[in-house]
């Protein structure tokens, strides 16, 4: 397996396949966007990941990594294409099937095809039955000349840490058949230190689900005491602190709801998968939504007293130290809050952006400013996300002004 592809050059694709060619493998990455292309082709990373441009900048040099539009021929394929909803918080796997679609022409017999992207139980066989279908001429049983194999790698990295994340994590590889299981771990020994930790396809896509859907009922559980804590006139932070000096108890931490394109996703693929059985994890997530709302009131009833309120949205990224707005409720608020607060005004603070997204841009009563001039202008100072330059604020701005801290980050 000296060439492969890379089917999906976003967030994961890009540092699997930069990581792979730094390994020696020849990588060939395909996205549908020219545009990413001809910056990944020009050394570029079309988004922030700390230590990433330097590894695609040397791989392009090198001659070891390219982009393009169209599927190559290659020894092995990975596809790290978006799962988004559709319906009721079902997979589309939409995505899925075209990357197989474009692979299906190119197979000669011989190749491992690798399924990346988080996905519901299923859908790496659903992948081999989208290509075995186009390729009558091919089979999945393995050990014949015209053999296809197929496996799911779950990625687990969290963004921010990738390019150290992809390399030491354990990794769990499931294949449909024992070979493939066999070739798939070969391949990802060729770049990862991390533990191979070989089941079946069904198995691997499961333990991903199941692993951010056990942080999301942790984070759900901190979220539920903050509201219960903020009723009682507890400082729920204090309150969590305390419980965690007992030595089999980690509470994790509240916030303004639960973000990004993981947490908040791949639980509703279990609950999808079995409705009937997944109360409990259907029930955190409701909890994390909720949470939003929540912040969003407290706000307005703060604002009250005043005739054109000014609040200061302090973050609007998903999570702190980083320029990723997806699935943000932080971002989410600012817009609600724009739209809610009667003759109000929205000054978001956004040290990781260059500019607003365009919901936000797009409202006159919105601007994007630097921390010393929201906190100046401001009525309500609301804390949204930790991000590190917000740590070290001088608390005197902070005197006359009417504080929601929403990650007890200036207790
Ligand atoms: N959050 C809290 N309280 C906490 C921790 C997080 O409110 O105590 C919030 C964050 O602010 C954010 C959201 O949860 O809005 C998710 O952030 P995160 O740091 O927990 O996770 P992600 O989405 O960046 O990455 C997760 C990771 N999964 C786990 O830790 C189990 C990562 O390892 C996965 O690779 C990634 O999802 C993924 O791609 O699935």
């Not at 994961?12 to 020219?34: E, F, H, R, Y």
């Not at 089999?248 to 639960?258: A, T």
Request: aromatic fraction near 4%; glycine fraction near 8%; charged fraction near 25%.
């Amino acid at each position: 397996m000296q060439t492969v592809s890379v089917i999906g050059l976003g967030y994961i694709g890009l540092p699997t396949a930069a990581v792979l060619a730094q390994a020696g493998k020849t990588v060939i990455g395909v996205d549908v966007k020219q545009a990413n292309v001809d910056a990944i082709n020009a050394g570029r990373v079309p988004f922030v990941e700390e230590g990433l441009e330097t590894v695609v900048a040397g791989t392009v040099a090198q001659g070891k990594l390219s982009a393009q539009t169209e599927t190559p021929e290659a020894d092995a394929y990975i596809v790290s294409v978006p799962t988004p909803f559709k319906g009721d918080h079902e997979a589309d796997l939409s995505y899925i099937e075209a990357a197989a679609r474009g692979i299906a022409p190119k197979l000669k017999g011989g190749e491992l095809v690798v399924l990346e992207s988080t996905s519901p139980p299923g859908a790496t066989e659903h992948m081999a039955a989208v290509i075995l279908k186009e390729r009558t001429d091919l089979t999945d049983e393995p050990g014949r000349a015209n053999s296809l194999y197929f496996s799911h790698a779950p990625e687990r990295v969290l963004p921010g840490r990738i390019m150290i994340e992809m390399v030491e994590n354990d990794r769990i590889i499931g294949g449909t058949t024992a070979e493939a299981s066999e070739m798939t771990r070969e391949l990802y020994a060729s770049f990862c230190n991390g533990e191979l930790l070989v089941t079946d396809a069904k198995t691997a896509e499961m333990a991903k689900l199941t692993e951010n859907a056990f942080r999301d009922v942790n984070i759900a559980f901190a979220n539920e005491l903050s509201i219960i804590a903020e009723r009682q006139g507890i400082d729920v932070w204090e309150l969590i602190e305390l419980a965690n000096h007992h030595p089999r108890v980690n509470i994790l931490q509240p916030g303004p709801g639960v973000g990004g394109h993981c947490i908040a996703v791949d639980p509703w693929f279990i609950v999808s998968a079995d409705r009937e059985f997944s109360k409990l994890i259907a029930t955190a997530r409701n909890v994390n939504d909720s949470k939003p709302e929540i912040v969003i009131e407290k706000v307005l009833e703060r604002a009250a007293r005043f005739k054109a309120p000014t609040v200061a949205a302090l973050g609007i990224a998903f999570k702190p130290n980083i320029d990723d707005l997806r699935e943000s409720p932080s971002r989410n608020i600012a817009g609600a809050l724009a739209e809610r607060l009667e003759g109000g005004t929205v000054l978001v603070v956004e040290p990781n952006v260059d500019e607003l997204p365009k919901e936000l841009a797009e409202r006159d009563n919105v601007e994007l400013v630097s921390l010393e001039d929201g906190i100046e202008r401001a009525d309500i100072v609301l804390l949204l996300v930790d991000h590190d330059p917000f740590k070290l604020i001088d608390r005197d701005l902070l005197h006359e002004k009417i504080v929601v801290d929403t990650k007890g980050l200036w207790r």
